[in-house]
T-cell receptor, first 110, second 115 residues
Framework: DGGITQSPKYLFRKEGQNVTLSCEQN?????MYWYRQDPGQGLRLIYY???????QKGDIAEGYSVSREKKESFPLTVTSAQKNPTAFYLC?????????FGPGTRLTVT | EDKVVQSPLSLVVHEGDTVTLNCSYE??????LLWYKQEKKAPTFLFML????IEKKSGRLSSILDKKELFSILNITATQTGDSAVYLC???????????????FGKGTKLSVKP
């Protein structure tokens, strides 16, 4: 089946640890995106990549890092520098104006 | 600063009612407006609007864009409990160096449909 997968679904980490969230797509999309969603908030763009080996910062990139070594994969690392990492993280890939979202990862940092 | 504002933030109706969700925007270099439905986790795409006055329809859902007044509405007729969700409005614009598909989202409208 074509789609976007994110893993894990739930993730718990201690403060001060880096954590990497996985995002894989088999839709053959060039563009991929990472969003963060907090309660009562809309989606906010963290990073995006229009093509392999290239990515740009979104609105809230501080404390995050990404890589795009393969077209299918766009992992997001939440570093210890991110002050409020607990959130719901959504990965998306797109063709043109449409974006298709993965199921999300809920990260809790204590 | 580019922004997208949705209203109301939450809405409770009964099955069979008709609802109208609002989305207004202030962005530079507008390209399109999109509506998403978010139930449990990931948003699902509903409509993309690029031209004023042309209604998009899908079953009981319809949407229209007014580029002069900078807003869009999403209508749902004969609501059902399965329509309960958060409806997100997003605007695609050219702020990010001309790249495609970078969206600014509103906070969403939480719709609850009671039986």
């Amino acid at each position: 089946d074509g789609g976007i997968t994110q893993s894990p679904k739930y993730l718990f980490r201690k403060e001060g640890q880096n954590v990497t969230l996985s995002c894989e797509q088999n839709l053959n999309h060039d563009a991929m995106y990472w969003y963060r969603q907090d309660p009562g908030q809309g989606l906010r763009l963290i990073y995006y990549s229009q093509i392999v080996n290239d990515f740009q910062k979104g609105d809230i990139a501080e404390g995050y890092s990404v890589s795009r070594e393969k077209k299918e994969s766009f992992p997001l690392t939440v570093t210890s520098a991110q002050k409020n990492p607990t959130a719901f993280y959504l990965c998306a890939s797109g063709r043109g104006y449409e974006q298709y979202f993965g199921p999300g990862t809920r990260l809790t940092v204590t | 600063e580019d922004k997208v504002v949705q209203s109301p933030l939450s809405l409770v109706v009964h099955e069979g009612d008709t609802v109208t969700l609002n989305c207004s925007y202030e962005v530079t270099n507008f390209r399109s407006l999109l509506w998403y439905k978010q139930e449990k986790k990931a948003p699902t795409f509903l409509f993309m609007l690029t031209s004023s006055g042309i209604e998009k329809k899908s079953g009981r859902l319809s949407s229209i864009l007014d580029k002069k007044e900078l807003f869009s509405i999403l209508n749902i007729t004969a609501t059902q409990t399965g329509d309960s969700a958060v409806y997100l409005c997003a605007v695609d614009c050219l702020e990010y160096g001309g790249s495609q598909g970078n969206l600014i989202f509103g906070k969403g409208t939480k719709l609850s449909v009671k039986p």
